[in-house]
C-alpha cells in the first residue's frame, strides 16, 4: 500500500511565526503536489513540483521536493490569519498508474 | 479557462432516499474525473475515476454508483442512502499525463438524516 504521510496533523501558532509542514512516504513520486482547502470548498493547487531538490516560491511560501522524490516540505514564512486551512500533499506514482495518493492533511491555525 | 460546476451545495435527505449528485466540466476536452468524500478536516478518499465515457473505476466498496454520460459529466448516484452516507462529496477534473493535477468543484455537504 503506497502512503503518504502528513504531518504534523494540527498546528495552532501565532501571527508572525514560521513553519514547516512535511509530506513523507517510502514511494518514489513522479510528482507532488500542494494543495490549500478552506471550509466548505474544494482544494485548490499551490504547487506542483516534479524534479527532485526542486524548490518552488509563491510569496512566502517555499516547498521542496525531496532529492530521491519521495518527500516534500512545505514551508511558511511569517505566517498570517489568511493562511489559515487544511493543507493537503497528494502524489502520483507510477505504481498508482499516475492516480494521485493523498496525505491526510494539516489543519493550520494562524492566531492573530 | 477551464471550469468545474458541482451542485448542489448542501443536501439533506432521509435515509433510504435516492441520490444524485451532477458535476459538469467546461473548457477542456476528455478530461479525467473523479468524485471524493472527505471527513471532517481531513485527506480525501478516492471513491471514482473515469477516464472516458462510460468508464468508471471504483476504488471502494459502498452504496454508490457513478456515472459518465457525456465526456464532461460525471454524476453520483444512490439508489437508497444509509446514514453512513453522510459526508463532504467533492468532483474533480485533471487532464495532464502523469502529473494529473486536480482542480475540484466547490463541493456538496450531504447529511443523511
Known sequence: TQLLEQSPQFLSIQEGENLTVYCNSSSVFSS??????????????????????????????????????????LHITAAQPGDTGLYLCAGATEDSNYQLIWGAGTKLIIKP | SQTIHQWPATLVQPVGSPLSLE??????????????????????QLLFYSVGIGQ????????????????????LSSKKLLLSDSGFYLCAWSDRPV????F?????????V
Not at chain 2, 468508471?56 to 454524476?75: G, H
Open chain 1, 32 to 73: 507532488l503536489q500542494w494543495y490549500r482547502q478552506e471550509p466548505g470548498e474544494g482544494p485548490v493547487l499551490l504547487v506542483t513540483v516534479v524534479t527532485g531538490g526542486e524548490v518552488k516560491k509563491l510569496k512566502r511560501l517555499t516547498f521542496q521536493f525531496g532529492d530521491a522524490r519521495k518527500d516534500s516540505s
Open chain 2, 23 to 44: 458535476c459538469t466540466v467546461e473548457g477542456t476536452s476528455n478530461p479525467n474525473l473523479y468524485w471524493y468524500r472527505q471527513a471532517a478536516g481531513r485527506g480525501l
Open chain 2, 56 to 75: 468508471i473505476s471504483s476504488e471502494v466498496p459502498q452504496n454508490l454508483s457513478a456515472s459518465r454520460p457525456q465526456d464532461r459529466q460525471f454524476i
Open chain 2, 99 to 102: 502529473v494529473n493535477e486536480a
Open chain 2, 104 to 112: 475540484f468543484g466547490q463541493g456538496t455537504r450531504l447529511t443523511v
